[in-house]
Every structure is written in structure tokens, then in C-alpha cells.
């Protein structure tokens, strides 16, 4: 079965630095998309970033790009020049050939001014 | 574009009455559509999956006779909680796939007294 792990529940940046939010994930597929989606308080799910397996070159959005590793089944997003307003859960997905979705458990961004 | 609308965004009801949530894809059409859970910081639970046409395929736990979901044409799904339990209360979210991406609507707060 397909898994999703974000191993850190909690991380905290400095206003204007950069992070690295984790992700793996388990599938016997070759062919998948990755995203990331951002829960402010207001709990509005909002998609921040896409990555299609069959694509080598990592996706980038702005200040958030990914860091994919197909071999190693690892799909971290990095955001640079954090902003008060990233403050946020972050959840990694995985949809598989079948469109069936997972997603990781989760990962509380705290911005500190 | 992907705009997914929810309605209503909070509920109040009286345990044993029934509410419907409705879901809509404002600008484009979705054949599939999914409804979650999410408990407080906690990650998305899936409850079902609502294919337009067809009946919804639920997940393992979730009983399909106490929410039900209907979804009637490519816009719009629905899913009414039967005879509501203080139990029920949480939050739920709908999402609506375009091409492989999910969209997500705001959610709706569901409180059973």
C-alpha cells in the first residue's frame, strides 16, 4: 500500500530564511504525481507546488520549490525567504495512476518575526 | 481557475436532524470528487469518493447509509449526514479533481448538539 511520511511534525524558520520540509513515500508505481498543499488557520487546503514522476527537473513555484528523488522515494519542499504569511500546516500527497490520493500526516510551520 | 466552493461553512444542528453539505467546481467540470475529515491537527481522513453518474465508493469505517453522497452532475456533489450525532461533529472538506490535481473547497464546520 501506498504510505506517506512527513517525519517532522513541528518546524520553525526565521522570518526571511529558508526550509526544508520533508517527505517519503512508498509506492511500486513509476508513474505518480507528488504535491504539496498549505492549511493556514482559516483551513482552506491550497495547493502550493506539483511534481509529476515522469519529470526529472524539480518543480519550482515562486519561493517554493521541491527537491524530488525519485530513487529515494523523497519529495521535500524548500521555501525561501519565508514570510509571516507561510505560516501553515503543510501536508504532502501522493496520487497514484488509479487517482487515489494520500497524504502525510502533516508538518506545522511556524514563522518567528 | 479550479475554484471549488462549499456551502455552507458552518453548521449548528440538533442531534437526530439531518444536514447536506454541498460542493461545487465553479469553473470546471469534475467527474470525480472526494469528501474528508479532519479531525483538529490532524491530516485529511478520507470518508468516500464521488464519481459523477455512479454511486460513491466509501471507504473502509464510514457508513455509507448515515452520509450519503450524491453527485448529481459535473459541478456539484453532495453529502448529507442522517440523523446527526454530537459524534459527527468535525470538519469537513471536499475536493474536486481537474486533470490530477485536487482543489479544495473551504470546509465546512459541522457542530451536532
Known amino acids: 500500500a501506498q504510505t506517506v511520511t512527513q517525519s517532522q511534525p513541528e518546524m520553525s524558520v526565521q522570518e526571511a530564511e529558508t526550509v526544508t520540509l520533508s517527505c517519503t513515500y512508498d509506492?511500486?508505481?513509476?508513474?505518480?504525481?507528488l504535491f504539496w498543499y498549505k492549511q493556514p488557520p482559516s483551513r482552506q487546503m491550497i495547493l502550493v507546488i506539483r511534481?509529476?514522476?515522469?519529470?526529472?527537473q524539480n518543480a519550482t513555484e515562486n519561493r517554493f520549490s521541491v527537491n524530488f528523488q525519485k530513487a529515494a522515494k523523497s519529495f521535500s519542499l524548500k521555501i525561501s525567504d519565508s514570510q509571516l504569511g507561510d505560516a501553515a500546516m503543510y501536508f504532502c500527497?501522493?496520487?497514484?495512476?488509479?487517482?487515489?490520493?494520500?497524504f502525510g500526516t502533516g508538518t506545522s510551520l511556524t514563522v518567528i518575526p | 481557475g479550479a475554484v471549488v466552493s462549499q456551502h455552507p461553512s458552518r453548521v449548528i444542528c440538533k442531534s437526530g436532524t439531518s444536514v447536506k453539505i454541498e460542493c461545487r467546481s465553479l469553473?470546471?467540470?469534475?467527474?470525480?470528487m472526494f469528501w474528508y475529515r479532519q479531525f483538529p491537527k490532524q491530516s485529511l481522513m478520507l470518508m468516500a469518493t464521488?464519481?459523477?453518474?455512479?454511486?460513491?465508493?466509501?471507504e473502509q469505517g464510514v457508513e455509507k447509509d448515515k452520509f450519503l453522497i450524491n453527485h448529481a452532475s459535473l459541478t456539484l456533489s453532495t453529502l448529507t449526514v442522517t440523523s446527526a450525532h454530537p459524534e459527527d461533529s468535525s470538519f469537513y472538506i471536499c475536493?474536486?479533481?481537474?486533470?490530477?490535481?485536487?482543489?479544495f473547497g473551504p470546509g465546512t464546520r459541522l457542530t451536532v448538539l
Open positions: 464521488s464519481n459523477e453518474g455512479s454511486k460513491a465508493t466509501y
Open positions: 500527497a501522493y496520487r497514484s495512476p488509479s487517482n487515489q490520493f494520500y
Open positions: 511534481q509529476e514522476a515522469y519529470k526529472q
Open positions: 475536493s474536486a479533481t481537474r486533470i490530477d490535481t485536487q482543489y
Open positions: 469553473d470546471f467540470q469534475a467527474t470525480t
Open positions: 509506492t511500486s508505481e513509476s508513474d505518480y504525481y
